[in-house]
C-alpha cells in the first residue's frame, strides 16, 4: 500500500502546478478573448468594419448591398456584399487559441480541484496507532 504522506506529496504538486498553470493561463487568455470577442462590444459598428475592411470610405451611409452576420461559436464575423465579395473580420487563428486555452484551463482547472480534495481525504484519515500492524484483527 502506498505511503499517504507520499500520495499526499503527489496531490499537493498537482494541485501547485495547475495552480502556477492557472497563473499563467487566465492573463494569457485574455489578449485574444478581447481580440476575438471584438465585434460583441457594445459600439462596436460591424458595417463599418466591413467597409473599412474593403477599403471603401469610412462613413459609409448604410446603402443596400452589405450584409453581416456573427456568430459567438465559433467565432465569426462575416461581411457579405451582393456583388459576391466576402470578408470574415475574426482572425483565422482566435478560434483554436481560445480553444486551447479552454481547455487548458479546464484541465487545470480541474487538477487544482483533484488535488484539493485528495490531500484534504488524505489529510483526515486516521493514522494507525504506533505498535498496531495495519490489518491486525484487534478483537
Request: aromatic fraction near 8%; proline fraction near 7%.
Amino acid at each position: 500500500m502506498p505511503d499517504t504522506d507520499d500520495r499526499s506529496g503527489r496531490f499537493r504538486a498537482l494541485r501547485d502546478w495547475s495552480v502556477l498553470a492557472l497563473v499563467i493561463l487566465l492573463p494569457a487568455a485574455v489578449w485574444p478573448a478581447i481580440l476575438g470577442l471584438m465585434h460583441l462590444v457594445p459600439g462596436f459598428d460591424g458595417y463599418e468594419a466591413c467597409v473599412v475592411n474593403r477599403n471603401e470610405e469610412v462613413g459609409w451611409d448604410g446603402s443596400a448591398g452589405l450584409e453581416v452576420r456573427s456568430d459567438v461559436i465559433p467565432l465569426s464575423h462575416v461581411c457579405l456584399w451582393d456583388d459576391g465579395y466576402s470578408a470574415e473580420l475574426v482572425p483565422s487563428w482566435a478560434n483554436p487559441t481560445l480553444a486551447f486555452f479552454s481547455a487548458s484551463i479546464a484541465l487545470a482547472t480541474a487538477g487544482v480541484t483533484t488535488g484539493v480534495v485528495m490531500s484534504r481525504r488524505d489529510r483526515n484519515q486516521p493514522e494507525p496507532s504506533p505498535g498496531v500492524e495495519e490489518g491486525a484483527d484487534l478483537t
